[in-house]
């Protein structure tokens, strides 16, 4: 519901922290297709995850965080 909530006005970027955190895995598989089919269609997303797996199956862009500062950036390609 959130997630319906967050692409109602169509935004030109769409912000989502830890997206699948509270999800059972198949949830949380469904919740990532539709932001990677939304991505394939133009919308930006920035997704703050701990899930490794999660990130690295969609980013293109990796940044990573430890006590709040930046301690690393991959261009990564998608695998999807």
């Known amino acids: 519901m959130a997630v319906a909530r967050a692409l109602m006005n169509r935004p ?4 989502a922290d830890e997206p699948t955190g509270a999800l059972d ?3 949380g598989e469904q919740v990532m297709d539709l932001l990677i089919d939304l991505n394939q ?3 930006t997303l920035v997704i703050v ?4 797996h ?6 293109s ?3 990573l965080l430890a006590d709040g500062r930046v301690t690393g950036e991959h261009t990564l390609e998608p695998s999807v």
Do not use: K
């Not at 030109?12 to 912000?15: D, E, S, T, V, Y």
């Not at 995850?49 to 490794?52: A, I, L, Q, S």
């Not at 999660?54 to 980013?59: D, I, P, S, V």
């Open 49 to 52: 995850t701990h899930d490794e």
């Open 25 to 27: 895995s198949r949830a």
């Open 61 to 63: 862009r990796l940044v």
């Open 41 to 43: 269609i133009g919308q």
């Open 12 to 15: 030109a970027l769409l912000l």
């Open 54 to 59: 999660l990130a690295q199956r969609c980013a």
